[in-house]
Every structure is written in C-alpha cells, then in structure tokens.
Nanobody, 122 residues
Framework: QVQLVESGGGLVQAGGSLRLSCAASGRSFGSDYMGWFRQVPGNEREFVAGISWFGREYYTDSVKGRFTISRDNARNVVDLQMHSLKPEDTAVYYC????????????????WGQGTQVTVSS
C-alpha cells in the first residue's frame, strides 16, 4: 500500500494562494486515481479534486476556477494549487489514492495521508 505525506498547508489571508503537495512512498502510485479531500470538524470529508493517471481532472463546484490539481507520475507527487482562497476553504486537506485508475466513488480511496491544515483568515 502506498504511503502518502501532505505538505504545504498554513495560514493565509483571503484572496491568497497556497500550494499543497502530496508525496508517495512505499510504492509508486502508478495509475492510481488520486484525489484531494478536505474536512472541517463536525462535517463529512469532502471530495475537492481528483486526477487520473493520464491527467483527466475533476473539481467540486465550489473550487472550480480557483484550484488546480496536477500529478507527476515520475516523481510520485500530486499537487493542489489553490488561488483566491476564501475563509470557507479552511479545513484539513487530505491526499488519497484510489484502488482503481479511474474515479469509482469516495469509498474506493484506500490510502490516505495524515492531512495538512489550511486556514484562510478574513
């Protein structure tokens, strides 16, 4: 099973930018479908963005046009570039790898990172 480690979170003012990075170890994430999720205490984990091994992207409506997901299969890194951040983007962000090479549902993500906190101040 691949191990995932997120980095890049922090505190930023509204309108600012952050870049989150997710590095895989243990094995390559190969053709795994990769995703970024976020969670606010008391709420369910939200699927924010996903990307297939050949680069097809998905974004939840609230982040379209502001966030960009990318992956470097050779380096085993998946990034989430976030622009025009809003206070409602505040959450712990998690990187995850699906057991499949295409999106089949949230329940099929089998490997998770420990999360990185993103806080957007108003």
């Amino acid at each position: 099973q691949v191990q995932l480690v997120e980095s890049g979170g922090g505190l930023v003012q509204a309108g600012g930018s952050l870049r989150l990075s997710c590095a895989a170890s243990g094995r390559s994430f190969g053709s795994d479908y990769m995703g970024w999720f976020r969670q606010v205490p008391g709420n369910e984990r939200e699927f924010v963005a996903g990307i297939s091994w050949f680069g097809r992207e998905y974004y939840t409506d609230s982040v379209k046009g502001r966030f960009t997901i990318s992956r470097d299969n050779a380096r085993n890194v998946v990034d989430l570039q976030m622009h025009s951040l809003k206070p409602e983007d505040t959450a712990v962000y998690y990187c995850a790898a699906s057991r499949y090479s295409y999106y089949t549902g949230v329940g099929d993500f089998r490997s998770w990172g420990q999360g990185t906190q993103v806080t957007v101040s108003s």
